[in-house]
């Protein structure tokens, strides 16, 4: 018997945003996840060394959070198409450009803004940076959700590619991110910045067992 078709359109968009048809097993899951930090290590040791600090002292910038993500993100999709089945490539690498633009363009969106409030007298101040942050948080990440899907999917043929529960795990560095461009007063005093590495390798982790 035929499948009708509003019964297929529902399983299409369920499996599809579930982003997983079936399980990756252990040994994928350990080689994505060795290939996850490694990719994050080796931006973050140029790094260390041109900053002349030691790894988990470094400085982040935009510069420096954009190199770390994008190491995270490739090295567990290299990892994932090496370690997993080949039918899995397409989506690994759609993945991989969802969750790298998940990681950066809310911080881009970020930037101009603190850019007007350190110019603006009235708004150079704490709560007007985070405020004025955390708007350009929330539209750099439905920014980043439409840019993805149209680089993956240019002629609308699959269900968009929808933030979920799991995304907001990852949008936890561009909170962050918005609390170290803003230099929030205290956060200095707040190891915020080292939970950085470990959230960008959580996003390469989640893009190379995609399937």
């Known amino acids: 018997m035929i499948t009708p078709i509003g019964q297929k359109i529902e399983y299409d968009i369920k499996t599809y945003r579930n982003h997983r048809k079936e399980k990756p097993d252990a040994s994928t899951k350990i080689k994505v996840a060795a290939g996850t930090l490694a990719g994050t290590l080796i931006p973050m040791t140029f790094i260390a060394k041109k900053q002349n600090v030691r790894l988990f002292n470094i400085k982040y910038g935009i510069k420096e959070m954009l190199l770390t993500s994008a190491g995270g993100i490739a090295g567990g999709i290299l990892a994932g198409l090496a370690a997993d089945k080949k039918e899995h490539r397409k989506q690994k690498l759609n993945e991989g ?20 409030c350190e110019k603006v007298k009235t708004l150079n101040n704490a709560p ?11 539209g750099g990440m439905q920014i980043a959700a439409a840019l993805t899907n149209k680089i993956n999917d240019p002629y609308d043929k699959v269900p968009d590619r929808k933030l979920t529960l799991k995304d907001s795990v990852a949008n936890l560095d561009d909170a ?16 915020i910045e080292k939970t950085l590495p470990a959230i960008y390798s959580w996003c390469g982790y989640r893009a190379g067992l995609s399937n």
């Open 97 to 116: 450009v969802f969750q790298f633009m998940n990681s950066t363009v809310p911080p881009l969106t970020v930037v101009p803004i603190l850019a007007l």
């Open 128 to 138: 007007s940076k985070i405020t004025g942050s955390l708007i350009g948080l929330l």
């Open 176 to 191: 962050i991110g918005v609390l170290v461009l803003a230099k929030v007063p205290g956060t200095d005093k707040i190891p």
